[in-house]
C-alpha cells in the first residue's frame, strides 16, 4: 500500500520539523514520516489471513520505498533553513504545533462496505462466541476483526511490510495460547501480548516511545474510529454508482462511470453526481 | 441458512451436529451479549481507523540527555565493573573447591550455600539494565574516541551481567531440584531468562547499531510469553514433582499445593499412585467435568484432562486427604530451618 496520499497532504516544512529532533536517523526519520503500521486495537489481530491476499498483490516494495525516499529527500531540500517557508516550522512557537502536526495522521477516507461488513461480523461473533470463556474463540473472531483492518489499509492506500507480517503472525501465534492452555497466568499475559502486538502491525513505530506507546496505542483511536464509522454508515458507503451524499465532484474520470457504456470524454459533464 | 435448515430438518444427526456447534441463544445473556456486541463493534472500529489513519507514535521524541565528561561518566562504570568482576571471581573460586573456608566463614551447608541468593541476583540484574540506559543516556558523544569508551566500559559490564544471570540460574535450578517447582519460581527464571536475553541484544545492538533495538526488545518479549505459554506451565510443575516423587527424592508429594493447579496438569499429576492422585485430582475434576462450556470456549487442555477423568475418575470422597502429603517440603520450609525462605 504506498504512501502517496500521506505524503501529499503533508505539509512541506514536515520533513524539516521532523530531521531535527532526530539528527542520528535521517534516513530513518524520512522512511517513519510514511510508516503505515497497522494497529490493531481490537478483539484479536490476525492479519495473516489478510496479510496473505495483499503479500501477492504487491510484489515491489523497494522500487516504491526508494521512490518514497527520493520524494521524502526532495521535501527535505525544499524544507532547509533559509528557504522563505521554511520560517515558520523552524520559530519556536511553532514547536508544539510541529509536535502534533507530526503525531496526527492525515484524516482517512471514507468508510467502505467491506470494511462495514467486518466490523460488523466481528461483533456478531463476538457477541456469540467471546461470552463464555476463552478459547479457540478469540482466533475466530480474529479473522473478521484482522479483515476489517486490512480493507480499510489497503482502502488508505497502505502496503504490507515484512515488519508489519511479522507483527501480525506473532500475534496469531500468541492467540493460539489460549486455545491450548488452561491456565490463568498465561493465558492473560498471552492475550494483553497479542493485543500489543497487533497495536504494533497497525502502528508500524521503530523508537522506544513509538514502541512503547504503540503497544497502547489502539485505545487512542477507539473514538475517532466509531465517530468515522457512524459518519461513513450515515453517508452511505462510497461506491461509485450509487446514489447518496457525493463523495467526490465531478471530475474526469476514466470510463468505470456507471452512466456512460463508452470511455467518457473529459469535457463531459455527467448527467447524475455520482462520480 | 437456508439450506442449513433444510438439512438439518431432514436428519436428526445432522441437527445435533448444528445444534452443539452453534452458540445457544438464550434470552437471559441478553444485556451481556449486547455488551460484546457493542465492544466487538468498537474494537473492529477502531482496529479499522488504525490502520486506515495510525496515529505516528514515532514522533514522540525523547529529549536526548546531557552528555557528561568523559571520567565523569566512565569512573562509577569502571568501579562497577570490577565490583562484578569480583563478585564472579569468588564464585569460580568457591565452585573450584574452596568451599570449606566458606563453610568456615558463614556456617552454610554447601547445599544451602549454592541454593540462596537468586532475588537478591534479579534483582542486581534489574539495576544493572537501568544502569546501562542512563549510562547510555549520559553518554559523552564526541567522536569516535567517545563511542569506542561507551563501548569498552558497556561492553564488559553486559558480558558480566549475562555471567550473573547465568550464576543466578543456577541458583534456582538447586532450589528447584531441593524442594520442588512452584508457579513463583517458574515465573521468576523466566523472567530472569529474558533479562538475560535482553543483555544479549544490547550488546549485539552495541555492535551492529541500535537501530533495532526497541523492536527486538519487544519481538523478544512476544516470543518470551509465546514460549512460556507453549510450555505449559503448570504442566511442567506437575510433571517436576511428580518425578521427584517417583525417584524418591522427596518423601511426599506436596497436595495441598498441586491440587491447585490447572487442568493442564492432569496428565502428569495422573501417573501419581491412589491415595495422591485422587486427593490431588479432586479439585480439578471438579472444575473439568462439570463445567459445561461449549467447544468454542474449551482449551485443548482442558479437553484432554477431561478425557483422562472421564476414563480414570477420582476414587473415595477425599475424606482422608488431609493426612496425605502433609510430611511435604511445600515451598521450601523445612523446620529444621530458621525459617528464612525467600521465595
Known amino acids: 500500500m504506498s504512501d502517496q496520499p500521506s505524503e501529499a497532504s503533508r505539509p512541506p516544512e514536515r520533513p524539516g520539523g521532523a530531521d531535527t529532533p532526530r539528527p542520528p536517523e535521517p534516513p530513518a526519520a524520512a522512511e517513519a514520516a510514511g510508516t503505515p503500521a497497522a494497529n490493531e486495537p481490537g478483539p484479536s489481530e490476525a492479519r495473516t489471513a489478510g496479510a496473505t491476499p495483499a503479500d501477492t498483490a504487491r510484489p515491489s516494495p523497494a522500487q516504491a520505498s526508494d521512490g518514497r525516499r527520493q520524494r521524502a529527500q526532495a521535501a527535505q531540500q525544499a524544507g532547509q533553513p533559509g528557504s522563505p517557508w521554511q520560517h515558520g516550522a523552524g520559530a519556536p512557537a511553532a514547536k508544539d504545533d510541529g509536535m502534533t502536526a507530526r503525531l496526527r495522521p492525515p484524516p482517512p477516507p471514507l468508510i467502505r462496505p467491506a470494511v462495514l461488513g467486518s466490523v460488523l461480523a466481528t461483533a456478531l461473533l463476538s457477541a456469540l462466541f467471546l461470552s463464555d470463556g476463552l478459547g479457540v474463540n478469540l482466533l475466530i473472531v480474529a479473522v473478521p476483526a484482522s479483515l476489517a483492518a486490512f480493507f480499510a489499509a489497503q482502502a488508505a492506500g497502505r502496503r504490507l511490510r515484512p515488519w508489519t507480517a511479522t507483527w501480525a503472525v506473532g500475534g496469531l501465534a500468541l492467540l493460539a495460547v489460549p486455545a491450548l492452555r488452561d491456565a490463568g497466568w498465561p493465558t492473560f499475559l498471552a492475550v494483553v501480548s497479542a493485543f500489543a502486538l497487533g497495536s504494533l502491525a497497525l502502528h508500524g513505530s521503530r523508537s522506544w516511545p513509538g514502541v512503547l506507546i504503540g503497544s497502547l496505542g489502539l485505545f487512542d483511536s477507539v473514538v475517532p474510529g466509531i465517530i468515522w464509522g457512524v459518519r461513513g454508515y450515515a453517508h452511505g458507503p462510497a461506491v461509485p454508482g450509487r446514489t447518496g451524499a457525493p463523495p467526490c465532484a465531478p471530475r474526469r474520470w476514466p470510463s468505470y462511470c456507471w452512466w456512460s457504456s463508452e470511455p467518457s470524454s473529459p469535457a463531459r459533464t455527467p448527467r447524475s453526481p455520482n462520480c | ?343
Open chain 2, 1 to 343: 441458512m437456508v439450506f442449513g435448515t433444510l438439512f438439518a430438518s431432514a436428519d436428526a444427526a445432522f441437527a445435533e451436529l448444528l445444534s452443539s456447534l452453534m452458540p445457544e441463544a438464550s434470552v437471559g445473556a441478553g444485556p451481556w451479549r449486547t455488551l460484546l456486541f457493542a465492544l466487538g463493534l468498537a474494537g473492529a472500529l477502531a482496529a479499522a481507523h488504525a490502520a486506515a489513519a495510525p496515529v505516528r507514535w514515532d514522533g514522540l521524541t525523547v529529549r536526548p540527555g546531557k552528555p557528561r565528561g568523559r571520567a565523569e561518566w566512565a569512573l562509577p562504570l569502571i568501579v562497577l565493573n570490577l565490583l562484578f568482576a569480583a563478585f564472579i571471581t569468588l564464585q569460580l573460586v568457591v565452585l573450584f573447591g574452596g568451599y570449606d573456608k566458606v563453610r568456615d566463614v558463614t556456617g552454610l551447608s554447601h547445599a544451602e550455600y549454592a541454593r540462596q541468593g537468586f532475588w537478591q541476583l534479579l534483582w542486581a540484574t534489574l539495576l544493572t539494565l537501568l544502569v546501562i540506559a542512563l549510562a547510555l543516556r549520559w553518554a559523552p558523544r564526541g567522536g569516535t574516541g567517545d563511542r569506542t569508551l561507551v563501548r569498552s566500559v558497556l561492553g564488559p559490564l553486559c558480558v558480566l551481567t549475562l555471567v550473573v544471570v547465568a550464576s543466578a540460574l543456577r541458583r534456582m535450578d538447586l532450589y528447584v531440584d531441593e524442594y520442588g517447582l512452584t508457579r513463583l519460581r517458574i515465573s521468576v527464571a523466566a523472567m530472569e531468562l529474558w533479562l538475560g536475553v535482553v543483555l544479549i541484544l544490547i550488546l549485539a545492538a552495541g555492535v551492529f547499531g541500535a537501530r533495532f533495538l526497541p523492536r527486538a526488545v519487544a519481538v523478544s518479549a512476544a516470543a518470551g510469553v509465546l514460549a512460556f505459554g507453549l510450555i505449559s506451565p503448570d504442566g511442567l510443575i506437575a510433571e517436576q514433582n511428580v518425578q521427584r516423587f517417583e525417584d524418591g527424592r522427596s518423601t511426599s508429594i506436596d497436595i495441598d499445593y498441586v491440587k491447585d493447579l490447572s487442568a493442564d496438569a492432569v496428565p502428569a499429576l495422573d501417573r501419581l499412585p491412589e491415595p495422591e492422585r485422587s486427593c490431588a485430582l479432586r479439585f480439578i475434576q471438579n472444575d473439568v467435568l462439570h463445567d459445561d462450556t461449549p467447544w468454542y470456549a474449551t482449551s485443548w487442555g482442558e479437553a484432554r484432562a477431561k478425557e483422562i477423568l472421564e476414563k480414570r475418575p477420582v476414587k473415595g470422597d477425599g475424606s482422608d486427604c488431609y493426612r496425605v502429603g502433609r510430611e511435604g517440603t511445600g515451598d521450601g520450609y523445612e523446620p529444621d530451618d530458621d525459617g528464612y525462605d525467600p521465595y
